[in-house]
């Protein structure tokens, strides 16, 4: 399907979401191989990003194998706010100095990850034949609790090879008030991250929540647009 669409669109600058469940980066790694660009999405924890990641370089390996162009693109869309949203109610209480904290912490565990992978040996080989990195995505960055910076995910995460899709209240925000800085490889990430398992918080079992929450909304979206698309049809028919 994700190569169906990519010839019927036929634009270079065209990206298929893909998302980042076991299934989904097996077909990423496919898509890539084939020569698409893919956006890996519904990103919540390390583990998942860890698996697109892989999955890009070996797509990327195929082709290299058949002398093939490395020259499509790539992101992985992290998901931010909705970290905190789950987990600030139960921090409140329990570790109030971590509340508001993890979401970033967790994204700067993706790119310190990503860092590592893309500039590896393995990695080099590849650019060296014209491959271009699969830029972490920060995804769902506006702020939604009032008490926090509107800013907070936009000064927190900025660093080389990044995209943020901030959405415009937060967009705006930071550009009146942000604080421009190479800030996402901040240390003390992995500190409060291992700080959890104490409290009785389960990352994994939260980020798993979240990626079955947003498979959910993301099908139902595409129900209601397609329902959309058959009313307007007959309409016109």
């Known amino acids: 399907e994700a190569l169906r669409l990519w010839k019927a669109l036929d634009r270079p600058n065209a990206m298929i979401k893909i998302p980042a469940t076991p299934a989904g980066a097996a077909a990423l790694e496919d898509v890539i191989a084939a020569g698409a660009n893919v956006n890996a999405t519904l990103i919540f924890s390390l583990a998942q990003y860890a698996a697109v990641a892989e999955a890009y370089i070996r797509g990327l390996e195929r082709r290299a194998v058949r002398r093939l162009p490395l020259d499509q693109a790539s992101v992985a869309s992290v998901f931010v706010s909705r970290i905190d949203t789950a987990l600030d109610p139960v921090l409140a209480e ?21 860092a590592e992978l ?19 995505l920060w995804a ?5 609790n009032k008490v926090y910076s509107p ?87």
């Open 140 to 144: 769902s960055t506006g702020v939604k």
């Open 118 to 136: 893309f500039s590896s040996p393995r990695w080099q080989a590849l650019a060296a034949q014209g491959a271009r990195v699969q830029r972490p």
């Open 151 to 237: 800013t907070l995910y936009a000064d927190s995460l900025i660093g080389r090879d990044t995209v943020n899709t901030l959405p415009p209240a937060a967009l705006e925000a930071f550009m009146k008030q942000g604080t421009p800085g190479a800030t996402v490889r901040t240390p003390g990430f992995a500190d409060e991250l291992a700080a959890l398992p104490a409290l009785g918080v389960d990352l994994a079992a939260v980020t798993e929540k979240l990626l079955a929450d947003g498979l959910a909304s993301f099908a139902q979206s595409f129900r209601d647009m397609m329902g959309i698309i058959a009313a307007k049809r007959a309409a016109l028919a």
């Open 94 to 114: 329990k570790a109030p100095e971590l509340a508001g904290r993890i979401a970033v912490a967790n994204a700067r565990s993706v790119y310190a990850r990503f």
